[in-house]
């Protein structure tokens, strides 16, 4: 019976995992974010007969799931872009989630019959968490300003601790009955924000002191697998937010990752937390759109028709507040950040406001919340309109990940935000200094070295002012070449390593050389092909 029942979930997995890579690749085709795309393939496939049972559980979310994708996500986040515009993510990621709990709280009484103050807060505590994949996939791809990226980033990790610690209270108001104090509150807020962030610093010094003492990139790659999960769980178990710890500690790591990582744990590691990172997120927004027959399953007292036109009207109301917010929010910001912390930052246009206004999609995170609601109250009674709350909570992520994921690109064209890919200046300022430096040094060096290498830092110092060159720095250095001439030889390059693969490949198939020299020899291609990938996108 045992193995019987592990053969069968092996068949599930292998099905999603193919349901995954199928629609991802449709949503590329069609150059659509793939959470979209998935959440639909998902609801689609809910509705056929005989399909598996497959249940979205709170807890594979929130243990399992969410600290790898925090993790990577704050891994890659620039500590001081994060610092930079901290105000602004303040102000979107406390005061839009409070805002949001509140504005909801208060139409919910009106719009939803039946429902109570404290029903409408937790409510509003699910639907205030945003995911920024669809958005920042879209952003990145038209080229919005980096700040807009940056910002929307940053809010969804630190929304997703702020609206599960308004979801905390909210619920506790509901089985306790009891409404806390001020003082009990704040109490509470501030011991989940300063034990979080000091438990998930305190594990990222903890790694970040045992991966500096090795110098293997397996063993550092795996225990930044489990890094998320040590930052989590000790949080959880000191009774604080386990999502805010593992935002400190991926935020740590990753600002020190030069300092500890071995450039091959680099290499490697980028590509299995990419991979890691788009088969979690493929799972759990596929997994999501089949929930739809188990969400309507447990709602037997409305008909689908009005439940519907509720979830399509609260919708409605979450996007309208997150509109109604960016505005002063955004001149607020502005103004503590120019006239208390004298930053030189300009007041974004109506129109970025708008965009910013128009990203807020609900993800994983507020179903998985709507979940994990309990199912009693304090007294024993049933958790009053709970199947309501999950099923307005998926009507919610669906219409702001696919209306708002859709129209998001024809709104950044239309209002002229789209500009190019890959234009930063620091990039090229940093690849300039990087060239003049090594100039400098082999000029140094070659002065005083012995004369019979003079050839030697002549050939090496031509290299870097090529690479300058390439790069496009202000001042061109004098190498006999023209700019159409770097452009030849990037394509002449390209075709060269082309004939050079189909070399190793015809060898190794004539059983001249083995897989392992080919895999060798390839690898240094791809590398190769990088570097001049990178120097055309700058």
Same mark, same amino acid.
């Given at each position: 019976?045992?193995?019987?029942?592990?053969?069968?979930?092996?068949?599930?997995?292998?099905?999603?995992?193919?349901?995954?890579?199928?629609?991802?690749?449709?949503?590329?085709?069609?150059?659509?974010?793939?959470?979209?795309?998935?959440?639909?393939?998902?609801?689609?496939?809910?509705?056929?007969?005989?399909?598996?049972?497959?249940?979205?559980?709170?807890?594979?979310?929130?243990?399992?799931?969410?600290?790898?994708?925090?993790?990577?996500?704050?891994?890659?986040?620039?500590?001081?872009?994060?610092?930079?515009?901290?105000?602004?993510?303040?102000?979107?990621?406390?005061?839009?989630?409070?805002?949001?709990?509140?504005?909801?709280?208060?139409?919910?009484?009106?719009?939803?019959?039946?429902?109570?103050?404290?029903?409408?807060?937790?409510?509003?505590?699910?639907? !205030?968490?945003?995911?920024?994949?669809?958005?920042?996939? $879209?952003?990145?791809?038209?080229?919005?300003?980096?700040?807009?990226?940056?910002?929307?980033?940053?809010?969804?990790?630190?929304?997703?601790?702020?609206?599960?610690?308004? #979801?905390? #209270?909210?619920? =506790?108001?509901?089985?306790?009955?009891?409404?806390?104090?001020?003082?009990?509150?704040?109490?509470?807020?501030?011991?989940?924000?300063?034990?979080?962030?000091?438990?998930?610093?305190?594990?990222?010094?903890?790694? +970040?002191?045992?991966?500096?003492?090795?110098?293997?990139?397996?063993?550092?790659?795996?225990?930044?697998?489990?890094?998320?999960?040590?930052? +989590?769980?000790? =949080?959880?178990?000191?009774?604080? !937010?386990?999502?805010?710890?593992?935002?400190? /500690?991926?935020?740590?790591?990753?600002?020190?990752?030069?300092?500890?990582?071995?450039?091959?744990?680099?290499?490697?590691?980028?590509?299995?937390?990419?991979?890691?990172?788009?088969?979690?997120?493929?799972?759990?927004?596929?997994?999501?759109?089949?929930?739809?027959?188990?969400?309507?399953?447990? $709602?037997?007292?409305?008909?689908?028709?009005?439940?519907?036109?509720?979830?399509?009207?609260?919708?409605?109301?979450?996007?309208?507040?997150?509109?109604?917010?960016?505005?002063?929010?955004?001149?607020?910001?502005?103004?503590?950040?120019?006239?208390?912390?004298?930053?030189?930052?300009?007041?974004?246009?109506?129109?970025? $406001?708008?965009?910013?206004?128009?990203?807020?999609?609900?993800?994983?995170? =507020?179903?998985?919340?709507?979940?994990?609601?309990?199912?009693?109250?304090?007294?024993?009674?049933?958790?009053?309109?709970?199947?309501?709350?999950?099923?307005?909570?998926? /009507?919610?992520?669906?219409?702001?990940?696919?209306?708002?994921?859709?129209?998001?690109?024809?709104?950044?064209?239309?209002?002229?935000?789209?500009?190019?890919?890959?234009?930063?200046?620091?990039?090229?300022?940093?690849?300039?200094?990087?060239?003049?430096?090594?100039?400098?040094?082999?000029?140094?060096?070659?002065?005083?070295?012995?004369?019979? #290498?003079?050839?030697?830092?002549?050939?090496?110092?031509?290299?870097?002012?090529?690479?300058?060159?390439?790069?496009?720095?202000?001042?061109?250095?004098?190498?006999? +070449?023209?700019?159409?001439?770097?452009?030849?030889?990037?394509?002449?390059?390209?075709?060269?390593?082309?004939?050079?693969?189909?070399?190793?490949?015809?060898?190794?198939?004539?059983?001249?050389?083995?897989?392992?020299?080919?895999?060798?020899?390839?690898?240094?291609?791809?590398?190769?092909?990088?570097?001049?990938?990178?120097?055309?996108?700058?």
């Amino acid at each position: 019976m045992e193995a019987s029942w592990i053969h069968g979930t092996e068949i599930v997995v292998l099905l999603l995992l193919l349901f995954v890579a199928v629609l991802a690749a449709l949503a590329k085709y069609w150059r659509t974010p793939y959470p979209i795309v998935l959440v639909l393939g998902g609801l689609v496939l809910s509705l056929l007969p005989r399909m598996p049972h497959v249940e979205l559980k709170p807890d594979i979310v929130f243990l399992v799931i969410l600290p790898p994708l925090l993790f990577s996500a704050s891994f890659v986040t620039s500590w001081r872009d994060f610092r930079y515009n901290l105000v602004s993510i303040v102000m979107l990621a406390f005061g839009l989630v409070g805002f949001t709990v509140l504005g909801v709280a208060a139409a919910s009484r009106w719009l939803l019959p039946g429902f109570s103050w404290e029903m409408g807060l937790v409510l509003g505590a699910i639907v !205030s968490t945003t995911d920024a994949i669809a958005a920042t996939s $879209i952003a990145k791809r038209l080229g919005l300003p980096k700040q807009i990226t940056d910002i929307l980033d940053a809010e969804s990790l630190v929304n997703d601790a702020s609206g599960l610690l308004a #979801f905390e #209270f909210a619920v =506790a108001l509901m089985v306790s009955g009891r409404n806390p104090t001020f003082r009990e509150g704040a109490e509470r807020f501030v011991y989940l924000t300063v034990a979080s962030i000091a438990i998930g610093l305190v594990i990222g010094k903890l790694i +970040y002191w045992f991966e500096s003492k090795i110098d293997d990139a397996e063993i550092e790659i795996t225990v930044s697998l489990i890094a998320p999960y040590f930052a +989590y769980l000790a =949080a959880e178990s000191a009774h604080s !937010s386990g999502v805010l710890a593992t935002v400190a /500690c991926g935020l740590y790591l990753g600002h020190k990752s030069s300092l500890y990582l071995s450039s091959a744990a680099r290499l490697t590691g980028r590509a299995v937390w990419n991979t890691l990172t788009f088969v979690l997120n493929g799972f759990v927004f596929f997994i999501m759109g089949l929930q739809l027959p188990y969400l309507l399953a447990g $709602i037997r007292t409305m008909r689908l028709g009005r439940l519907i036109i509720l979830g399509l009207l609260l919708s409605a109301v979450v996007i309208l507040l997150r509109l109604l917010w960016m505005y002063p929010g955004a001149w607020i910001s502005n103004f503590i950040r120019r006239r208390l912390l004298h930053q030189q930052v300009a007041l974004g246009g109506r129109r970025s $406001i708008f965009i910013v206004g128009w990203t807020g999609m609900r993800g994983v995170v =507020a179903l998985a919340a709507a979940i994990s609601l309990p199912t009693t109250l304090h007294d024993g009674t049933p958790f009053p309109r709970r199947n309501e709350m999950i099923f307005l909570t998926f /009507c919610v992520i669906f219409v702001t990940l696919v209306l708002q994921g859709l129209t998001l690109p024809f709104l950044i064209r239309r209002l002229g935000l789209a500009g190019g890919l890959g234009k930063s200046q620091e990039e090229y300022k940093a690849r300039q200094a990087m060239a003049q430096a090594a100039v400098a040094y082999l000029d140094h060096a070659r002065d005083d070295d012995q004369p019979e #290498f003079k050839p030697v830092y002549d050939e090496l110092i031509r290299f870097e002012r090529h690479r300058l060159n390439m790069v496009g720095a202000d001042a061109a250095e004098e190498t006999g +070449y023209r700019p159409e001439d770097y452009l030849r030889l990037r394509q002449v390059s390209s075709q060269v390593r082309a004939l050079q693969r189909a070399t190793i490949l015809h060898l190794r198939n004539q059983n001249e050389v083995n897989d392992e020299v080919m895999r060798r020899i390839e690898h240094e291609l791809d590398l190769a092909e990088a570097r001049f990938s990178a120097s055309e996108h700058i």
